[in-house]
């Protein structure tokens, strides 16, 4: 599978498709492919991987695209301005994303959701499920505004706000902890908790979040022109 990202602050993905090669998507990510392209949408993993899906907020069936006669080229896009992050599992190994985060995968990308009881990533925004990627393929994950990446050391941490988090390789450890002084809680606008990530292993973030665009949004709405 050959591919290409295009733009630069609302970039697309432009994937060439071979016989027999296929790649997969969420609903809605589709942003034109030619004619020849096969197309299906289904739901993997029977009542029990929608039933998951449904959980964490992501869409309950995927899109299946594959080269039905000669070469085929499918585009897909972000659903906000940001940039295309590319990721070669066989490199990262398995990969832990915001649920959001995904964009699409070849069909041998193993793609599933993980329910956890660790009510600290539901306080800090992210949920109780993330979405993991792994096995031998290519993945690639929309990231809001700038890519964001940081390598951590064994024992080196970072405080990151959970709406930044867009994905960390499956070495990193996720702990929430409350934002420190009753002061920063009521008046930062920073929320009420921080994700302290532990390495080893890479990080990747968001450097805008859908929650401050929004807010930034609704201070001009209903506005006079």
Excluded: K
């Excluded at 432009?14 to 197309?39: H, I, K, N, Q």
């Excluded at 959001?100 to 329910?115: P, R």
């Amino acid at each position: 599978m050959d591919y290409r990202i295009h733009g630069t602050t609302m970039q697309t993905l432009e994937v060439r498709l071979e016989p027999g090669e296929s790649v997969f998507s969420e609903a809605g990510c589709l942003l034109a492919m030619t004619p020849g392209t096969y197309m299906e949408t289904r739901a993997p993993g029977g009542l029990a991987g929608m039933f998951r899906r449904a959980l964490s907020g992501n869409s309950v069936f995927l899109t299946y695209y594959r080269a039905a006669r000669g070469e085929s080229v499918v585009q897909f896009t972000t659903r906000m301005p940001g940039h295309i992050l590319a990721l070669p599992l066989r490199q990262y190994g398995r990969v832990i994303a915001e649920r959001h985060s995904f964009l699409c995968a070849e069909s041998t990308v193993d793609y599933g959701v993980e329910v956890t009881l660790n009510i600290g990533r539901f306080l800090g925004g992210n949920g109780l499920a993330l979405t993991h990627l792994a096995g031998d393929g290519m993945a690639f994950l929309s990231i809001d505004g700038e890519i964001v990446e940081r390598d951590l050391a064994r024992g080196e941490s970072l405080l990151v706000h959970p709406g930044h988090i867009a994905a960390f390789t499956d070495g990193i450890d996720y702990r929430v902890q409350l934002m420190q002084g009753v002061a920063n809680m009521l008046f930062s606008g920073d929320g009420l908790f921080l994700v302290e990530l532990t390495g080893p292993g890479r990080v990747w973030l968001h450097s805008v979040t859908v929650h401050n665009l929004v807010h930034i949004i609704q201070e001009y709405w209903g506005s006079p022109r």
